[in-house]
């Protein structure tokens, strides 16, 4: 079945600089990617998700870049905040199927 | 907008003895709600899948039997877990979805086994 790996377990960053969070996957067929933040004792909050017909979508200080070659997607957070301060967690789903695999979660931590 | 509540946010039971959980949709359609399980190591283990009017799919090392859910209608979810021991601790998530939008998760009910 997918396995999902998220590569930095944490990551701390000064505010005003830039933050990568990096996942890959082992399944061709996952064609969805969502990423959720959580904050301390709260539930997974939408961030971003992008799909498998494009390789780049951003959303104001996010993008999402997706390299479906190297089975790698990967968060890039600009201009972060101290309130960008989370848990953050990658996923992949296959096309037809909407079972979300998640990854093991990034701790982002900016410092003011 | 799409909201998605779990009831109780929080439960403590003793150690065999059972609770139910709830998750209900508001603003859509859920016609499908994922169960997952967040352990105190934050990793998240899909528990089930429902769909209405279709059979509910466990994921492997969950079981009916250990958490059986119910599904009746477009808005509505409950799980239950049976006998719960210290492993079942954790946080519990009802991922709500309707057709191939994106998935709205509910806030959780943390359960804490005595």
């Known amino acids: 079945g997918e396995k999902v790996e998220q590569h930095e377990s944490t990551l701390s960053v000064r505010e005003g600089d830039s933050a990568v969070i990096n996942c890959t996957y082992t399944?061709?067929?996952?064609?969805?990617f969502p990423w959720y933040k959580q904050e301390a004792g709260k539930s997974l909050h939408f961030v971003i998700d992008?799909?498998?017909?494009?390789d780049r979508k951003q959303s104001q200080r996010l993008t999402v870049l997706l390299d479906k070659k190297a089975k790698r997607f990967s968060l890039h957070i600009t201009a972060t905040q101290p309130e960008d301060s989370a848990i953050y967690f990658c996923a992949a789903s296959a096309s037809g199927s909407w079972q979300l695999i998640f990854g093991s979660g990034t701790q982002l931590t900016v410092m003011p | 907008g799409a909201l998605v509540y779990q009831y109780p946010r929080r439960t403590i039971c003793k150690s065999g003895t059972s609770m139910r959980m709830e998750c209900q949709a508001v603003?859509?359609?859920?016609?499908?709600v994922a169960w997952y399980r967040q352990s105190p190591q934050k990793t998240f283990e899909l528990i089930a899948l429902s769909t209405v009017n279709s059979a509910i799919k466990y994921e492997q090392n969950f079981t009916q039997e250990k958490f059986p859910i119910s599904h009746p209608n477009l808005s509505f979810s409950s799980m239950t877990v049976l006998n719960a021991y210290l492993e079942d601790r954790g946080l519990y998530l009802c991922?709500?979805?309707?057709?191939?939008?994106?998935?709205?998760f509910g806030p959780g009910t943390r359960l804490t086994v005595l």
């Open positions: 603003g859509f359609q859920a016609t499908s």
């Open positions: 992008i799909r498998s017909n494009v």
């Open positions: 991922g709500a979805r309707e057709g191939r939008d994106e998935q709205y």
């Open positions: 399944d061709t067929a996952s064609s969805y």
